[in-house]
């Protein structure tokens, strides 16, 4: 299995930016995909994950950020908006068998993708 992360970037506040995670090796649409993140001597934070079509958020992502998937593609999305410095972090994309925060459940994980917002 692999996920390959990518879309990260360096971007002002108040900027956008979509993160792609391409998906190989696994039944794609089994599986729930999360995107988390992780900022320098923090813990790794939920963001968002989509199972079908059922999608759930973490409260940093609310009302800014929308998560979707393209199971043609094998792709899962996440489209940030309304970027602030807080965001700055490594974002990575996961799989897993169902929707949750705990990155625990998440059995693969994608490498990383970095994003930088500057005040």
């Known amino acids: 299995v692999q996920l390959q992360a990518s879309g990260g970037g360096l971007v002002q506040a108040g900027g956008s930016l979509r993160l792609s995670c391409a998906a190989s090796?696994?039944?794609?649409?089994?599986?729930?995909l999360g995107w988390f993140r992780q900022a320098p001597g923090k813990e790794r934070e939920f963001v968002a994950a989509?199972?079908?079509?059922?999608?759930y958020y973490g409260d940093s992502a609310k009302g800014r950020f929308t998560i979707s998937r393209d199971n043609a593609k094998n792709t899962v999305y996440l489209q940030m908006n309304s970027l602030e410095p807080e965001d700055t972090a490594v974002y990575y994309c996961?799989?897993?068998?169902?929707?949750?925060?705990?990155?625990?459940?998440?059995?693969?994980w994608g490498q990383g993708t970095q994003v930088t917002v500057s005040s």
């Open positions: 996961a799989a897993g068998g169902r929707i949750d925060s705990s990155p625990h459940v998440y059995d693969f």
């Open positions: 090796g696994l039944t794609f649409n089994s599986y729930a």
């Open positions: 989509i199972k079908w079509s059922v999608v």
